[in-house]
């Protein structure tokens, strides 16, 4: 079999993962990076840089990554469908939630596969958690509380926390529990002297009444990245930085010590840290799109489509976040 022949835009902190995975790729091969930026090698993993992007389309691509910074996404996006390249966009898709819906719509009309990088999908904790929900391990989901947080990245620039960092919690809770938001509503600050905020506390309705509320910021001196999924007869803690979960069963045995008993609503059963295969998500999510753009199918990859309302939740918090802020004098 032919391997489909790949492109990368971008060489940051994310592109040169992204060409590490790409250059080792079963079935593909990664004949050149587009990255116009002074002082950037001429080669990277034995593949040519290029400064311009019809150079590296006149090599001939099945299709594309891009990593390059978010501000540039719908017009470097724009250029691959016109070229007729399926392209996965690392997250936030695009700026702008019209931008992320002009994406989406440019590909769809041209038959192009289209994926998003909201890389969390692929991380075997959120997998496993995603596949015991479906089965019913614990019920119905009441709430889902998520904290990201840690040091300040000076690589991102143009975007702030909310759509930089809280759109992987946004897709995450929107694809564990398989329910669209349905209300949200922000309190956001500015701390570290930059335009867009660093700071969020979020909360939201999910369209089944789970309530969901996310910690985010950059502003913490460790990182964190845990999600808690509470249900009916127990929770999930899925923590994405170690790939671990842990299941906390509802108990049936009544508390022995009253002054317990006193405080505590449900009652504290057997508690399970679950073995899992932890495959590197980024090589997951390479596969999945590789796969996308073999079969013509999209079921295994985060689309355009989801894409764009992760952008579009993340602007509502943004603009209620905004309206909500107390301004100093």
Known sequence: MTALRAGLLGLGVMGRNHARVLAGLDGVDLVGVFDPAPGVPQTVEGRPVVSELDELLALGLDYAVVAAPTVYHLDLGTRLAEAGVHALIEKPVASTAEAAESLRDLFGARGLIGGVGHIERFNPAVLEARRRIADGLIGEIYQVSTRRQGPFPGRIADV?????????????????????????????????????????????????????????????????????????????????????????????????????????????????RFALNKREPLRSEHEAFRDAVLSGRTSGIVTLSEGADVVRIAEALVTDGLANQIRRE
Do not use: C
């Open 160 to 272: 702030g926390v909310i759509k930089d960092l809280a759109s992987h919690d946004i897709d995450l809770t929107a694809w564990v529990t398989q329910q669209r938001y349905s209300s949200v509503s922000a309190r956001i600050t500015h701390r570290s002297g930059r335009d867009h905020e660093d700071m969020v506390l979020a909360i939201g309705t999910l369209e089944r009444g789970t309530i969901v509320s996310h910690q985010v910021n950059w502003l913490t001196p460790f990182k964190e990245r845990t999600t808690l999924i509470t249900g009916e007869s127990g929770a999930l803690m899925i923590d994405t930085l170690t790939a671990d979960l842990t299941h906390f069963v509802n108990g049936v045995e009544g508390d022995s010590w009253s002054g317990i008993a006193a405080f505590r609503g449900v009652a504290e059963g057997d508690v399970t």
